[in-house]
C-alpha cells in the first residue's frame, strides 16, 4: 500500500522462493517444512500476486503499484482479462514497444472507481517527455485518471 518496489519485491521473491515445493507446487507452512500444503500460504502468494498488479483503496483503483521495472522491457506486456475487482469486472492491457508504454484499461461496472492510478516504470529508469491520458508523477512513475468513465488509454513516450 504504500507503494516501496524494491522492498515489496524483495519480500515477495524471497517468501516464494523459500516457502514453493518444487515437488508438488504448493508452498509449506514453515522455512523449516514442518507441515506442506497450507492453504494460507497459498492464499497469501495470491492475494500478493494479486496486490502487485490491482490494489483498490476507497474510490481509488492502483495498478501494477510494485510490478518490477524489468516487466516493461521492450516488446513485453502484462494482461490483466476479466479479473475482479471491488469496482467489478476490470480489463487492462499494458505494452512497451519502441521507447513508449501504452496502457488501456477498462471497467465497465457502475461502480467503477472515480480515480485510477496506474504505474509506467521505465525498464531503464527513464522518465516520460510526452504523456497523455492522465496527469503524470515522475518521481512516483505513475499517471493518475481522474473522473474514470470505465475506459482509457495511457500513453507514454520516452
Known amino acids: 500500500r504504500l507503494g516501496m518496489v524494491k522492498p515489496f519485491l524483495d519480500t515477495y521473491y524471497n517468501t516464494v522462493a523459500s516457502h514453493f515445493d518444487h515437488e508438488t507446487g504448493t508452498f509449506w507452512e514453515h ?3 514442518l507441515s506442506p500444503h497450507k492453504t494460507h500460504e497459498e492464499s497469501n502468494f ?3 500476486t494479486r496486490n502487485m498488479l490491482w490494489q483498490e483503496d476507497g474510490n481509488t483503483l492502483y495498478l501494477f503499484r510494485v510490478i518490477p521495472r524489468a516487466w516493461m522491457e521492450d ?5 490483466l482479462d476479466s479479473v475482479r475487482s471491488y469496482f467489478g469486472e476490470l480489463s487492462v492491457r499494458m505494452t512497451s514497444k519502441y521507447g513508449k508504454i501504452e496502457a488501456e ?3 465497465p461496472s457502475e461502480y467503477r ?5 496506474i504505474r509506467m516504470p ?3 529508469g527513464l522518465k516520460a517527455v510526452t504523456v497523455s491520458g492522465g496527469q503524470y508523477d515522475a518521481e512516483k512513475e505513475t499517471v493518475e485518471i481522474r473522473d474514470f468513465n470505465g475506459h482509457s ?3 507514454l513516450i520516452f
Do not use: A, N, Q
Open 113 to 117: 472507481p472515480g480515480t485510477v492510478v
Open 31 to 33: 522455512y523449516f517444512r
Open 75 to 79: 516488446g513485453k506486456e502484462i494482461v
Open 122 to 124: 521505465h525498464p531503464d
Open 105 to 107: 484499461i477498462d471497467c
Open 153 to 155: 488509454t495511457v500513453s
Open 46 to 48: 495470491l492475494m500478493e
